[in-house]
């Protein structure tokens, strides 16, 4: 069984901080994505990350793939309250797997104003 | 691109009713299809994939059932719900390459 450990499980910063969120594992996988979401609604898709040592930058937030793929980070420059929500990761092993995913246990961060 | 349809968005019932939860998909066919589970807003428990009509294998022992009868709609269902089935039920459509689910809007469920 594929496990991600996503850390921290939470984070409270003042705007314009950075800060970074980690998703660990032992197992590789074949695509990373990262999600956001909002209270009551669903997670939306920010980024797929597929090769190891991958850096994709969507405006202020940076995501990285290790070289093992077994590891991600995403990295927030100058936070600002827009970007309170929760932050999931998932890793797809590929292969049979008939493209189920595995999720950290999420990243919930408050940016105060 | 595809857009998944949940409903209802909200739902409200006793312990011991029955459930039927419904996920349409838009924009794409024979797509495989996902049920999670969240709860108080952390990670996402898969439930149910299908990977095509009729065909339902099941992540977890559990009080709930899946069905897909036709190619783009996925339905969520039990017989008699408990407290713990109370949760946000989350459908999703899968990306072949590389990999990437996108989610329909959730239905909150509160069983009482």
């Known amino acids: 069984t594929q496990l991600l450990e996503q850390s921290p499980q939470f984070l409270s910063i003042q705007e314009g901080e950075n800060l970074t969120v980690y998703c660990n594992s032992s197992?590789?996988?074949?695509?990373l994505q990262w999600y956001r979401q909002e209270p009551g609604e669903g997670p939306v898709l920010l980024v797929t990350?597929?090769?190891?040592?991958e850096v994709k930058k969507l405006k202020r937030l940076t995501f990285q793939f290790g070289d093992a793929r077994k590891d991600s980070s995403l990295h927030i420059t100058a936070a600002q309250p827009g970007d309170t929500g929760l932050y999931l990761c998932?890793?797809?092993?590929?292969?049979?797997?008939?493209?189920?995913?595995?999720f950290g246990q999420g990243t919930i961060l408050t940016v105060h104003p | 691109s595809q857009t998944i349809h949940q409903w209802p968005a909200t739902l409200v019932q006793p312990v011991g009713s029955p459930l039927s939860l419904e996920c349409t998909v838009e924009?794409?066919?024979?797509?495989?299809l996902y049920w999670y589970r969240q709860a108080a807003g952390r990670g996402l428990q898969l439930l149910f994939y299908?990977?095509?009509?009729?065909?339902i294998s099941s992540e977890v022992p559990q009080n709930l059932s899946a069905s897909r009868p036709q190619d783009r709609q996925f339905i969520l269902s039990s017989k008699k719900l408990l407290l713990s089935d109370s949760g946000f039920y989350l459908c999703?459509?899968?990306?072949?390459?590389?990999?990437?689910?996108?989610f329909g809007p959730g239905t909150r469920l509160t069983v009482t």
């Open positions: 998932a890793g797809a092993a590929g292969g049979t797997s008939y493209g189920k995913l595995t």
């Open positions: 197992s590789v996988f074949s695509s």
């Open positions: 990350v597929v090769t190891g040592g």
């Open positions: 924009g794409t066919s024979n797509p495989n």
């Open positions: 299908s990977v095509g009509i009729g065909q």
């Open positions: 999703a459509c899968l990306e072949e390459w590389p990999y990437e689910q996108y």
